[in-house]
């Protein structure tokens, strides 16, 4: 990815937690918590820094440990960066 405002898709996402896991994107359940099917906090961080390294989001360990939920990682990511969403610096619309 290029520029540092790219969204993640939920293809990607899906993709890259599958890829973690080692498994196929097939088999992730958007509803299912990721460290109950083995995505521990090592690969937390990994995602994280991919993410990071790719532009795509200001997003930290906590954020993603907080709900480890794929269809709440795919709300967090896809709104764009941190500062966009105002939701990862703890900032509120107002």
Known sequence: MSGA??????ECIVNDVADSLGISP?????????ID???DSIRIMSLVEKWRAAGA??????????EP???AWVDLLARGTAD????????AAE
């Open 5 to 10: 405002s790219q969204k993640l898709t939920e």
């Open 26 to 34: 097939e088999e992730v359940d958007r509803d299912t918590d990721v």
């Open 37 to 39: 099917v083995g995505l």
């Open 57 to 66: 989001i200001h997003v930290t360990f906590e954020d993603l440990a907080s």
């Open 69 to 71: 939920v794929i269809s």
């Open 84 to 91: 966009d969403a105002g939701i990862l610096t703890g900032g």
